[in-house]
């Protein structure tokens, strides 16, 4: 089992940058990958940003490339996805989830094995 804990979010203007953490604990060993996902009211849950926990490599979705930068702290078992230049259209709950074990999927929400509770970000002037 793992546990996650997302913290960070916030109201902010178009233009803003915000900074959301995602705490890990119990068997983070078995961690392969750690995503944001973000769902707006009335809509499905899509891909942000991953990190190959291991390797470090990450992975955007086009709508974010450039703007938002996700990274790890191995020590603290904790998962930060920096947003800047933030606009409206980036105003969703946001979670981070983990994945066990190996997968080639890792932009579809259903191969995660570990959910947050999910944080609101709000872009609005």
Do not use: H
Request: hydrophobic share 35%; charged share 15%.
């Amino acid at each position: 089992q793992v546990q996650l804990v997302e913290s960070g979010g916030g109201l902010v203007q178009p233009g803003g940058s915000l900074r959301l953490s995602c705490a890990a604990s119990g068997r983070v060993r078995n961690m392969y990958a750690v995503g944001w996902f973000r769902q707006a009211p009335g809509k499905e849950r899509v891909f942000v940003a991953a990190i190959y926990w291991s390797s470090g490599t990450t992975l955007y979705a086009d709508s974010v490339k450039g703007r938002f930068t996700i990274s790890e702290d191995n020590a603290k078992n904790t998962v930060y996805l920096q947003m800047n230049s933030l606009k409206p259209e980036d105003t969703a709950v946001y979670y981070c989830a983990v994945r066990g074990g190996v997968s080639v999927l890792i932009r579809n929400p259903n191969e995660y094995d570990y959910w947050g509770q999910g944080t609101q970000v709000t872009v609005s002037s």
